[in-house]
Protein backbone atom coordinates (compact mmCIF):
# COMPACT_ATOMS: atom_id res chain seq x y z
CA UNK A 1 0.00 0.00 0.00
CA UNK A 2 2.74 2.16 1.10
CA UNK A 3 4.28 1.88 -2.37
CA UNK A 4 0.99 2.60 -4.27
CA UNK A 5 0.93 5.71 -2.53
CA UNK A 6 4.89 6.68 -3.35
CA UNK A 7 4.29 5.94 -7.03
CA UNK A 8 1.10 7.97 -7.36
CA UNK A 9 2.36 10.87 -5.46
CA UNK A 10 5.58 10.46 -7.98
CA UNK A 11 3.22 10.37 -11.08
CA UNK A 12 1.32 13.50 -9.50
CA UNK A 13 4.83 15.44 -8.87
CA UNK A 14 6.28 14.36 -12.44
CA UNK A 15 2.83 15.79 -14.20
CA UNK A 16 2.80 19.03 -12.22
CA UNK A 17 6.29 19.03 -13.18
CA UNK A 18 5.77 18.57 -17.13
CA UNK A 19 2.69 21.07 -16.82
CA UNK A 20 4.69 23.81 -15.50
CA UNK A 21 7.45 23.21 -18.25
CA UNK A 22 5.19 23.05 -20.82
CA UNK A 23 3.71 26.82 -19.63
CA UNK A 24 7.44 28.15 -18.96
CA UNK A 25 8.31 27.23 -22.28
CA UNK A 26 5.09 28.11 -24.03
CA UNK A 27 5.53 31.88 -22.59
CA UNK A 28 9.22 31.56 -23.66
CA UNK A 29 8.32 31.04 -27.12
CA UNK A 30 5.64 33.47 -26.93
CA UNK A 31 7.56 36.59 -25.93
CA UNK A 32 10.39 35.24 -28.30
CA UNK A 33 8.09 35.75 -31.41
CA UNK A 34 6.72 38.58 -30.08
CA UNK A 35 10.32 40.51 -30.15
CA UNK A 36 10.60 38.70 -33.64
CA UNK A 37 7.57 40.54 -35.01
CA UNK A 38 8.10 44.05 -33.67
CA UNK A 39 8.48 45.79 -36.49
CA UNK A 40 4.54 44.72 -37.61
CA UNK A 41 3.76 45.63 -34.23
CA UNK A 42 5.22 48.93 -34.72
CA UNK A 43 3.39 49.56 -37.54
CA UNK A 44 0.26 48.47 -36.06
CA UNK A 45 0.75 51.02 -33.33
CA UNK A 46 1.81 53.42 -36.01
CA UNK A 47 -1.98 53.50 -37.93
CA UNK A 48 -4.06 52.93 -34.63
CA UNK A 49 -2.11 56.68 -33.29
CA UNK A 50 -2.62 57.87 -36.82
CA UNK A 51 -5.98 57.31 -37.06
CA UNK A 52 -6.47 58.30 -33.68
CA UNK A 53 -5.45 61.51 -34.90
CA UNK A 54 -7.80 61.71 -37.89
CA UNK A 55 -10.48 60.75 -35.79
CA UNK A 56 -9.67 63.74 -33.35
CA UNK A 57 -8.59 66.56 -35.73
CA UNK A 58 -10.97 65.67 -38.86
CA UNK A 59 -14.43 66.31 -38.88
CA UNK A 60 -16.30 63.11 -39.85
CA UNK A 61 -18.79 63.55 -42.84
CA UNK A 62 -22.44 63.49 -41.77
CA UNK A 63 -23.23 59.79 -42.64
CA UNK A 64 -20.20 58.62 -40.93
CA UNK A 65 -20.87 60.11 -37.87
CA UNK A 66 -24.44 59.05 -37.49
CA UNK A 67 -23.12 55.32 -38.36
CA UNK A 68 -20.76 55.77 -35.64
CA UNK A 69 -23.56 57.54 -32.79
CA UNK A 70 -25.71 54.49 -34.03
CA UNK A 71 -23.10 51.54 -32.86
CA UNK A 72 -22.46 53.38 -29.81
CA UNK A 73 -26.00 53.65 -28.72
CA UNK A 74 -26.67 50.08 -30.13
CA UNK A 75 -23.64 48.93 -28.17
CA UNK A 76 -25.28 50.85 -24.68
CA UNK A 77 -28.57 49.28 -25.11
CA UNK A 78 -26.88 46.06 -25.71
CA UNK A 79 -25.06 46.37 -21.80
CA UNK A 80 -27.47 48.51 -20.54
CA UNK A 81 -29.17 46.35 -17.56
CA UNK A 82 -26.07 43.96 -17.29
CA UNK A 83 -24.38 42.77 -14.07
CA UNK A 84 -20.74 43.60 -13.47
CA UNK A 85 -19.59 39.99 -14.29
CA UNK A 86 -22.19 39.84 -17.25
CA UNK A 87 -20.70 43.13 -18.35
CA UNK A 88 -17.10 41.54 -18.46
CA UNK A 89 -17.45 38.30 -19.76
CA UNK A 90 -19.51 40.86 -22.52
CA UNK A 91 -16.54 42.80 -23.09
CA UNK A 92 -13.97 39.75 -23.31
CA UNK A 93 -15.78 38.24 -25.82
CA UNK A 94 -16.00 41.14 -28.38
CA UNK A 95 -12.38 42.20 -27.47
CA UNK A 96 -11.38 38.00 -27.80
CA UNK A 97 -13.54 38.18 -31.23
CA UNK A 98 -12.15 41.04 -32.22
CA UNK A 99 -8.31 40.27 -32.05
CA UNK A 100 -8.80 36.49 -32.89
CA UNK A 101 -10.48 37.75 -36.02
CA UNK A 102 -8.09 40.78 -36.40
CA UNK A 103 -4.56 38.41 -35.96
CA UNK A 104 -5.89 35.36 -38.31
CA UNK A 105 -7.52 37.16 -41.16
CA UNK A 106 -4.48 38.48 -41.43
CA UNK A 107 -3.94 35.52 -43.81
CA UNK A 108 -5.58 37.71 -46.60
CA UNK A 109 -2.08 39.49 -47.11
CA UNK A 110 -2.65 41.59 -44.11
CA UNK A 111 -5.48 43.44 -44.95
CA UNK A 112 -7.79 42.97 -42.36
CA UNK A 113 -5.83 43.51 -39.20
CA UNK A 114 -4.66 47.06 -41.12
CA UNK A 115 -8.85 47.80 -41.55
CA UNK A 116 -8.77 46.78 -38.00
CA UNK A 117 -6.20 49.58 -36.91
CA UNK A 118 -7.93 51.90 -39.14
CA UNK A 119 -11.31 51.78 -37.45
CA UNK A 120 -10.34 51.11 -33.90
CA UNK A 121 -8.24 54.49 -33.87
CA UNK A 122 -10.67 56.56 -35.55
CA UNK A 123 -13.03 55.34 -33.05
CA UNK A 124 -10.90 56.09 -30.26
CA UNK A 125 -10.20 59.47 -31.63
CA UNK A 126 -13.87 60.32 -32.34
CA UNK A 127 -15.31 59.33 -28.92
CA UNK A 128 -12.26 61.43 -27.49
CA UNK A 129 -13.21 64.31 -28.81
CA UNK A 130 -16.76 64.54 -28.08
CA UNK A 131 -15.63 63.46 -24.50
CA UNK A 132 -13.69 66.71 -24.74
CA UNK A 133 -16.46 68.52 -26.00
CA UNK A 134 -19.17 67.81 -24.03
CA UNK A 135 -16.77 67.39 -20.03
CA UNK A 136 -13.66 69.06 -20.72
CA UNK A 137 -10.65 67.58 -21.69
CA UNK A 138 -9.45 66.56 -17.62
CA UNK A 139 -12.55 63.66 -18.37
CA UNK A 140 -10.03 61.97 -20.64
CA UNK A 141 -8.41 60.34 -18.15
CA UNK A 142 -11.46 58.27 -17.70
CA UNK A 143 -10.47 56.63 -20.62
CA UNK A 144 -6.95 55.35 -19.76
CA UNK A 145 -8.18 52.30 -17.73
CA UNK A 146 -10.38 51.19 -20.44
CA UNK A 147 -7.19 51.09 -22.25
CA UNK A 148 -4.31 50.27 -20.92
CA UNK A 149 -4.19 46.74 -21.42
CA UNK A 150 -6.71 46.41 -24.06
CA UNK A 151 -4.49 48.33 -26.31
CA UNK A 152 -1.25 46.52 -26.18
CA UNK A 153 -3.56 42.87 -26.66
CA UNK A 154 -4.80 45.21 -29.58
CA UNK A 155 -1.97 45.99 -30.88
CA UNK A 156 -0.10 42.45 -31.18
CA UNK A 157 -3.12 40.66 -32.41
CA UNK A 158 -3.25 43.24 -35.41
CA UNK A 159 1.00 43.28 -35.42
CA UNK A 160 0.87 39.12 -35.92
CA UNK A 161 -1.98 39.50 -38.13
CA UNK A 162 0.31 41.88 -40.47
CA UNK A 163 2.85 39.23 -40.21
CA UNK A 164 0.75 36.50 -40.95
CA UNK A 165 -0.18 38.19 -44.58
CA UNK A 166 3.37 38.73 -44.65
CA UNK A 167 3.99 34.99 -45.54
CA UNK A 168 3.21 35.71 -49.35
CA UNK A 169 6.82 37.82 -49.41
CA UNK A 170 8.59 34.34 -48.42
CA UNK A 171 10.46 31.83 -50.49
CA UNK A 172 8.67 28.91 -48.74
CA UNK A 173 4.91 30.48 -48.44
CA UNK A 174 3.82 27.08 -46.71
CA UNK A 175 6.31 26.81 -44.20
CA UNK A 176 6.12 30.07 -43.14
CA UNK A 177 2.42 30.79 -43.23
CA UNK A 178 2.32 27.55 -40.88
CA UNK A 179 5.35 28.50 -38.58
CA UNK A 180 3.56 32.38 -38.39
CA UNK A 181 0.33 31.06 -37.68
CA UNK A 182 1.00 28.61 -35.07
CA UNK A 183 3.23 30.69 -33.48
CA UNK A 184 0.67 33.80 -33.36
CA UNK A 185 -2.27 31.21 -31.70
CA UNK A 186 0.69 30.67 -28.95
CA UNK A 187 0.89 34.02 -28.36
CA UNK A 188 -2.70 34.68 -28.57
CA UNK A 189 -3.82 32.14 -26.25
CA UNK A 190 -0.78 32.80 -23.33
CA UNK A 191 -0.14 36.84 -24.05
CA UNK A 192 -3.59 37.93 -25.50
CA UNK A 193 -6.36 36.11 -23.89
CA UNK A 194 -4.57 37.04 -20.29
CA UNK A 195 -4.09 41.18 -21.05
CA UNK A 196 -8.26 41.18 -22.52
CA UNK A 197 -9.24 39.54 -19.26
CA UNK A 198 -7.51 41.85 -17.24
CA UNK A 199 -8.95 44.32 -19.55
CA UNK A 200 -12.31 43.02 -19.44
CA UNK A 201 -12.08 43.08 -15.28
CA UNK A 202 -10.91 46.96 -15.09
CA UNK A 203 -13.28 47.93 -17.95
CA UNK A 204 -16.30 46.20 -16.95
CA UNK A 205 -16.43 46.69 -13.25
CA UNK A 206 -15.19 50.55 -14.04
CA UNK A 207 -18.67 51.29 -16.29
CA UNK A 208 -21.11 48.93 -13.59
CA UNK A 209 -19.71 51.61 -10.80
CA UNK A 210 -19.73 54.45 -12.57
CA UNK A 211 -23.22 53.68 -14.27
CA UNK A 212 -24.83 52.34 -10.59
Known amino acids: MPRKRKKKKHSKNRSSKLKKNFLEESYRKSWQYLKESRIFIYAAVFFFLFFILIGFFVPAPEIIEL ?3 EFIEEMLQKTEGMSQWELVGFILLNNAQSAFFGMVLGVMLGIFPLVTAVVNGYLLGFVA ?10 TLWRLFPHGIFELPALFVSIGLGLKL ?7 SKWESL ?6 SLRVFIFVVIPLLILAALIEGSLIFFLSN
Open 67 to 69: KIL
Open 129 to 138: IRVIEADGIL
Open 165 to 171: GSFIFRE
Open 178 to 183: KNYFFN
